[in-house]
């Protein structure tokens, strides 16, 4: 998938999400060229962010499923316990978000889209986040630092 491409699907996601491509984007495009594999997980998680639209209760319980997944892959290649902390503080926030979904049936249509945007910018930014850190681990398995705006990072020796 060109980048360009990537950068479409992840308007659909979000504008964190965007945001965090856009500026990945060149260390990507070296990702994408050195391990093929790696680049696909990330444009598979951000194809899977982007593909729920961005209405309905269902659509937020389907985007925190795959946030979930994301958190589930990086506690099994967390390398010491900062990481395992900042991805059980990512847990316990999914939880929370994830709790106040089914609540949304139980309210009036305009405190439903109010409340539902809130629960949607709190996914969008935990999404971010989460995101950040996967492309981080797939950069470090194909030998790339990560480094945002920065073609590809330096080779690690």
Known sequence: ????????????????????????????????NKNPEAFNKVAGSVKGLAGFGRH?????????EVVRKQINQLVA?????AELARVAGWRRRLEKIES?????????????RSQSRGLRVRLDVLAGEVLEAFIGENAE??????????AGGTNET
């Open 141 to 150: 398995e194909t030998g790339l630092t990560p480094r945002p705006g920065a």
């Open 100 to 112: 106040a979904i089914p609540l949304l049936e139980a309210m009036s249509g305009k405190v439903r």
């Open 56 to 64: 309905g209760s269902g659509n937020l319980a389907a985007q925190a």
């Open 77 to 81: 290649t967390a390398d010491d316990d």
């Open 1 to 32: 998938m060109p980048i360009a491409k990537l950068l479409n699907v992840a308007v659909l996601a979000g504008p964190v999400v965007w945001k965090v491509v856009s500026r990945y984007g060149p260390m990507l495009v070296d990702m994408r």
